[in-house]
């Protein structure tokens, strides 16, 4: 009874969750689910095998890499603890995506769309049957190109890659520049994946990365900071546990049937369904600890207004899986105003049939950010407003 209590504490105090409203946090994992099991667009489907994070782990190329106003960013990168005892020559790994125009002209639309964790390209079906050509309205002259990030079993095969953003980072460089990719139109980023596409996008240096991202579109993206202090002690220690094979195995052997009540009571207050494995909670736990925990995330996450890259961010206004705060703090990273704000005052996208997104790029210095507010949509607004969103991007490759 009192270590019930005590758990039940320790998650109040856990974001990113809201634990207020705990039965949409758990709806949302649902819906996730159902994405994945009505999954239809398998011919679009491509798997390699990718060497990947050569030129993260290898300590001369991070010497190289940055300039020398940036040492002490070099002896922090060489002496984190996910790179540190790292192989040189990278990890390999079983890549699995979506590619709906593998041979494409180089002058081919592309838009690059990275899932949040846990998820995979199976949550994108709507959008990669519209822009593989495969609906009644689909785009077939543009290239989309949706991978499935590296999951716990690859951290538990190889003992390496403990998802942190910059790994992530450059195995999404290491699959484009293997896929011949040399432009973005359009970034597409969903939940969590903003970590990691903030330093994609803030990381991409001409010519060793040989990349230009023309736009991003952001889809119901929280900001820093995702936890209290104790929250980041809750998240920390599981990391921690974590990075223990024989801890992992332990976990995993007990998950399922004999999954301890007591944990199975603390899952949902965490947004976590019981019914998911032991390698999407650790990977879940794993993720929001090094959220929390990179410093360079608001800096990274402010290229985009340095550069005024050409932004929309979508947020469901039903959206409970953050705390409102938490969503709103990636806003004010950006410099957003009122006059960046759009609310749909719609919750079924059939109702109405465009949102115009006002003119990018004008000499308004905000004129670059476009923040669309939906009211019913939730934490996945691709799938219940496919309809908006797919005008946003479509509006953003013609710029």
Known sequence: MVFSKLIRQITKQLLPINTRTVNISVGAVRMAATSYQSFSSSQHVYRMSLNTCQS???RKHIDDYYSDAEEDYQQKNRNKWYIRFAPETGVKVNVEYV????DAAADCPTIVVMHGFPGSYRDFDRLIKHFGGDDDNGKQNVRLIVP??????????????WHSSEERSQYLKDLLRQLNVRQIDCLVCHSASVSTAA???SSITEPIDSLKINSVCLLATPGPKVATKLGHVFTGTVTNLMRVPSIRRFFRSRWSASLPTSVRRLLPYIGVSSKLDFDDFALLMTVYYLFDTEGTVVQRIRHLADKQIPTVAV????????????YDNILDILGATEDNIVVYDSDDDNNKDTVTIRPIGDNDDHRWLRVIKIKGAGHYPFN????????FIEQLIAK
């Open 56 to 58: 993260l782990y290898d």
């Open 99 to 102: 590619d709906t125009n593998p």
């Open 148 to 161: 499935n990030f590296p999951n716990f079993e690859d951290t538990d095969r190889l003992n390496y890659f």
């Open 199 to 201: 330093y994609f996008w």
């Open 315 to 326: 947020f469901g206004l039903a959206d409970r899986y953050h705390k409102k705060e938490i």
């Open 384 to 391: 219940t407003h496919h309809k908006l969103i797919h005008q």
